[in-house]
């Protein structure tokens, strides 16, 4: 990774500062992910900003980000298409009380289980799908239709997103008394006003935030209902004479409620609790059987993004968080933005990376923003929505730099192929699909079932024999469902004499399996008036043999007249059977 996450020691300022950053990052996110939902953006600033606040209290990884984020957006969308906003908020709220569960159960450190490889072509794949988002910040309604702008306002928003990156780059090296990024958002946004005031067209020259939200809406308007009247409709919007209306309210119903409105801007009151603003769904099993299949999918995708988002600041910050306070804290904060209508969250890694390259190290920032993103929806909507997205695209592209892991492309002629091909995978299914849980599960799996196979062919034995003519097999490497059959072609019952040992001192039985073959080889020898051992194993052998009971009939012995801790020595050296045999003398 490039050095653009550069050490920085946690302060106050830094914090307050930090936070100020991210919240005007937060706002465009969290109205294209309410978006991408179906829900109003105000259902999704509200969202960011308790999701935000809770998780940076209770979370357990200080200066990392929440708030409303795609993913969650993804899941949520078909339930209220399907059953309307009303379902939504009971969802969030299950969905916090399994995370708080999975908190309390310390099943947080599961995380511990996700290769390296798996991390490459997680941080590698996350980096190119937030630049490939930043695209859609060129697009424009013309003629009715999506389309990226073109001529002069192309070359300049790309000359504003080049100067927003060379600041972020270039001012930390003169100075580190405030965050390049809020300089570089600040800076180009008065650059955008006075373009913008000295434009003779009612549309921006530079396109804002409140344009973003416009182009958004009438866009998602125009694939619902479409209708030759969104040309004057785009010409009203831009001129602001569309008043927003909050959807799903007390007078849609039904699919009314998933059809994203029309609005031209942010401003909003304090959220108020979800039963008092909608309808109440019947509590009854008929409602929980709609909802906790979606609960549950938003549980799991939002721990995991928010683990694997704590994984990555941890490496950054060489501090390490608490998984399992991190899944409580992301269950109190879903319970509580589902209650007061939210549509649920989870970390957000970019917003994470440019806090942490801001400076931003203790729970104050991730405060900070909140606060803030809440504030600009009371206060400073008309002010928020004139930052131009030259300037956030810009900081987003930065992030994109940082993010990506530069080194893996020196690392292919080194790593293992598997590893190799387990990062191509994690990183090209996340990038195609978008969904970084499941790309995050499936390398797990594959990376699981490569190990598998190989400590499969790790599966040997030493053959000795002793004075007393008993077949000693040393075993070498684990048995487990993979290794049986090798296992197995390794003993030779019809040809062994008649007392055989199986060594398991270089060696562990890990599953049933394993059991199930040494029974299964202890009945062929049996029916052979053959006597088999097992000696030297382990405590957890033992406890596994134990469980099995009746289930597995085995005579496990450590007697000494095997001298199988002898004959181990003696295999080495002809010299070192006499001294043995001396000493057992």
Known sequence: MLNFFRPQSGSLKNDLLSGVTVSLALVPEAIAFAFVAGVSPLIGLYSAFFIGLI????????????????????????????????YLFPTVILCGLLQMAIGIGRLGKLIRMVPHSVMLGFVNGLAIVIGLAQLSSFQTISNGELAFVQGPQLWLMLA?????????????????????????????????????????????TVATVGDMLRTNSLAASHATHPSPTIVAESNAASAGTIAAIPLGSKNTTGAEAAQPPLVSGISGGLPKLFFLEYSMVPLNWTTLGIILPFAIVLCGVGLIESLMTLTLVDEITETRGQGNRECVGQGVANLVCGLFGGMGGCAMIGQSLINVNSGGRGRLSGITAAVCLLFFVLFLSPLIEQIPMAALVGVMFMVVIGTFEWASLKMFNRM?????????????????????????????????????????????????????????????????FASVSSFKEMLEPATDPDDVVLDFYYSRVYDQSGLEAINSMAEKYESLSKRLHLTHLSPECRTLLKKAGDLVEINISEDPQYHVATDRLAWRSSSEVTDQKHIDA
């Open 55 to 86: 998780s940076a209290v209770c979370g357990g990884r200080p200066g990392m980000i929440s708030g409303a984020t795609g993913a969650m957006a993804v899941v949520v969308v078909s339930l209220v298409a399907m059953h309307g906003i009303e």
């Open 160 to 204: 504003l997103v080049g100067f927003t990156m060379a600041i972020i780059w270039i001012l930390p090296k003169l100075t580190r008394a405030v965050p390049a990024s809020l300089v570089a958002i600040l800076s180009v946004t008065f650059i955008a006003i006075v373009v913008n005031s000295n434009s003779s067209s009612e549309m921006n």
């Open 416 to 480: 293992p192929i598997s590893d190799m091909l387990v990062m191509i995978l994690v990183a090209g299914y996340t990038v195609l699909m978008h969904d970084l849980a499941s790309a995050v599960i499936l390398g797990v799996i594959v990376s699981a079932l490569v190990f598998a196979w190989q400590h499969a062919t790790h599966m040997g034995a030493d053959i000795k024999y002793n004075e007393f003519g008993s077949k000693i097999y040393q075993l070498h490497g684990p048995l487990f």
